[in-house]
């Protein structure tokens, strides 16, 4: 057996055609264009390229830039009264600060100023919190992509199992939070789980955020389960994720590639993040 393979790419491109459909409705109705400001300090390649695509679909799905970059020895205090004026700026309605940050500074402190209605990361205390508690807030992009993927494709959550592999603030815990308020039985494990493929092969759906290449083998999924792999690695063949994909795909029922699976997603998310936080500011229901 096969598994299905979960297309993340065209999954995205639906929700970033929704997404600029909801931006031309707002603008009809006599809203302002939403405007997202990605905030990237020094010159990591890497980063470069992700806010690079993150400025490129956001003006494509009608949106304003308002890119910011800064020298890699920038002081805290720099930062910190940058964020404060996009904070005040009402043609900024969502801000993102690409992450990581430089060794010097302290990324907490800073992701602490930027107000929780323009947080389009889902990071801050306030949002984390009110995930937690199951109220409405904005969504970390990856666990939310996650939990469009799932949607898509008619993956059962009530009652499931599912285990999250990584407990990072950023994927992990929101991840777990979601899969929870959907009703299933969730199981985080990490780098100190004892027998780490036992605790994965209960799951009926088993998201891997651990940052580690090939952690998960064939061993270590259950025959038919999904397979969420949110690793990205990036070697001198290529992209590659967490997961052992070409001896998982023989296991798994469905399963997400690398590139091309939970990637797109993220900043499909981190679009309709920046509408919804657009159209709450704009005193409009979202
Ligand atoms: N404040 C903050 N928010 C983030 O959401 C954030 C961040 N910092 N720092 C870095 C990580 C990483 N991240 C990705 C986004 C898109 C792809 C993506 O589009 N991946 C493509 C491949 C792109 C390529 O070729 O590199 C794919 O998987 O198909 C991957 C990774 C967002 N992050």
């Known amino acids: 057996m096969t598994a299905r393979v979960i297309d993340g790419t065209a999954v995205a491109r639906r929700v970033r055609e929704d997404v600029a459909r909801g931006v ?11 405007g997202l400001a990605t905030v990237l300090i020094g010159e990591d390649p890497a ?24 020298p890699g020895d ?15 700026d009402p043609a900024v309605s969502g801000i993102l600060l690409q992450l990581p940050t430089p060794e010097h500074l302290d990324s907490e402190a800073l992701i602490a100023r930027i107000p929780a209605e323009k947080d389009v990361d889902g990071l801050t205390t306030a949002n984390a919190g009110l995930l937690a508690q199951g109220r409405p807030g904005l969504r970390p992009c990856t666990p939310a992509g ?41 199981t985080i494990a990490h780098s100190r789980t004892r027998d780490l493929a ?48 070409d001896a998982v795909a023989e296991v798994a029922g469905a399963i997400t590639p690398v590139p091309g699976g939970v990637g797109p997603m993220t900043i499909a998310m981190l679009l309709a993040n920046t509408l919804t936080a657009a159209t709450v500011q704009q005193g409009r229901a979202s």
């Open 24 to 34: 031309e409705k707002l603008l009809a109705e006599g809203g302002t264009a939403p």
């Open 47 to 70: 980063s470069e390229v992700y806010v690079r695509n993150k400025r490129r679909l956001c003006v494509a799905a009608g949106m304003a830039d308002h890119h910011r970059h800064l």
């Open 74 to 88: 920038v002081d805290q205090a720099t930062v910190a009264a940058l964020l404060d004026e996009l904070a005040a």
């Open 146 to 186: 996650v939990m469009t993927l799932l949607e898509e494709y008619d993956v059962a959550l009530s009652g499931a199992e599912a285990v999250v592999v990584g407990r990072s603030v950023l994927v992990g815990k929101p991840m777990a939070q979601l899969l929870l308020a959907q009703n299933a039985t969730v």
């Open 198 to 245: 036992e605790v994965c092969r209960r799951a009926d759906v088993l998201v891997v955020a651990a940052g580690i290449p090939g952690l998960v083998g064939a061993d270590a999924v259950k025959p038919g389960a999904t397979v969420i792999d949110v690793g990205i690695h990036r070697g001198e063949d290529g992209l590659h994720g967490d997961v052992e994909y």
